[in-house]
């Protein structure tokens, strides 16, 4: 339902405005168990209780009953609140220091308010390419499996209402609907979370998803995180994806819906070419001219079941779902694999699963393989939680 103008008053914020609505769009209120209204003035008791400045310049309102990927890596107090909460976000170079801050300026301190950072220079700025020419991006296509006997087992509304799920859980909020991403940057010589704009696109065809991001080195792990998150999240509603990665130069016009160049294609012919459930890196991460950096914690070296003919296609390097299923979930994947291994399936079919359960236990026992010994991996939110 389309939101009235006379919910909000003449004076409020065109900020405020956009975040509240999009909030009420996505069930803020009815999850709350009250009115529209009362929903827009806990929010503007909440925007209105704290102000940017020129030094903490850029203000979001969260709510983390609707927003769980913003709040995913806060501090538990943020994370568990249940209100929603301002967040005032500043500048900070690379010693720590408040690059706009005049001498003596003291940053803002109001209670229930979230201040965050992003490292000046972050990889983009933000700027996005002209989708209307060619430029240089790494491209995710993510298909579906088992469309055609869902379809005939749950029939078409059940399917249709799986899918819709699937996008408003697995690939909006990996969208470009959530521009900033979490990052860590080295601060005084410690590396410390901060914000970077991720200019990522979607979009999706019948049973099919794609997911682009123009190519910067600093935009790599995060594209890659959010390209296993919507592999996790489709896992979860039990919907199976089998993906490839590329990267190049490419012409992605998503409002004419022109999508032309070499890395789609190569990706589209080596998602076809595997025979599990998984995503693989295709040979243009190998690339002398993009000399893509590629986070060790993010990938394996490994050899999925392939068909013949894919090696000119394939880098080596398949995607570490398994990782962030296990940093972002309490549960195994396995019992969900298990649950898609259906016992009429022929055994070519049931072979994908066994292939990504064998893959799981293969990161499972593998996950500190890129480490020294005794060391641990420090994640965002564990940077997040220790300060």
């Avoid at 059940?158 to 940057?185: F, G, H, I, K, V």
């Avoid at 060391?375 to 564990?382: D, W």
Wanted: proline share 8%.
């Amino acid at each position: 339902m389309e939101l009235s103008d006379a919910r909000f008053e003449p004076d409020d914020d065109d900020k405020f405005v956009w975040f509240v609505t999009d909030h009420l769009k996505k069930g803020a209120a009815t999850l709350r168990g009250i009115t529209d209204v009362d929903y827009v003035q806990l929010a503007r008791s909440r925007w209105n209780g704290c102000a940017s400045d020129k030094v903490y310049a850029i203000k979001f309102l969260v709510d983390p009953l609707v927003d769980p990927e913003l709040v995913a890596e806060l501090p538990d107090d943020f994370r568990h609140s249940g209100q929603p909460f301002c967040t005032l976000i500043a500048r900070i170079g690379s010693h720590g220091e408040l690059v706009d801050a005049p001498e003596g300026y003291t940053p803002p301190s109001y209670p229930g308010v979230h201040l965050a950072h992003i490292v000046a220079g972050s990889p983009s700025g933000g700027d996005v390419p002209d989708p209307r020419e060619p430029a240089e991006y790494l491209i995710a296509f993510l298909d579906v499996l088992g469309f055609e006997a869902l379809l005939n087992r749950i029939g078409l509304d059940a399917l249709a209402q799986r899918y819709q799920e699937l996008l408003a859980a697995a690939l909006d909020p990996q969208s470009e609907s959530r521009p900033w991403s979490r990052a860590q940057t080295i601060v005084r010589g410690e590396t410390t979370p901060a914000l970077m704009c991720l200019p990522i696109q979607t979009a999706y065809f019948s049973d099919s998803l794609l997911l682009w991001v123009p190519y910067l080195p600093g935009h790599v792990e995060e594209f890659l995180y959010r390209c296993s998150r919507v592999f996790c999240e489709a896992l979860s509603q039990g919907l199976p994806v089998r993906g490839a990665i590329s990267a190049g130069r490419a012409t992605l016009d998503k409002e004419r819906g022109i999508y032309l160049g070499l890395p789609l294609i190569e990706a589209v012919r080596l998602e076809n070419k595997a025979n599990w459930v998984g995503v693989s890196l295709a040979a243009s991460w190998k690339s002398e001219t993009l000399r893509i950096p590629v986070p060790p914690d993010m990938v394996f070296i490994y050899d999925p079941p392939l068909k013949e003919g894919s090696d000119a296609l394939f880098s080596g390097l398949v995607l570490d779902w398994p990782r962030v299923w296990r940093e972002s979930r309490e549960d195994s994947a396995l019992p969900h694999l298990a649950d898609l291994r259906l016992p009429d399936l022929p055994q070519e079919l049931k072979a994908r699963y066994d292939a990504a359960s064998t893959f799981w236990l293969h990161s499972e026992a593998n996950q500190d393989l890129y480490l020294p010994p005794g060391f641990t991996r420090e994640t965002v939110r564990g940077v997040w939680k220790g300060r």
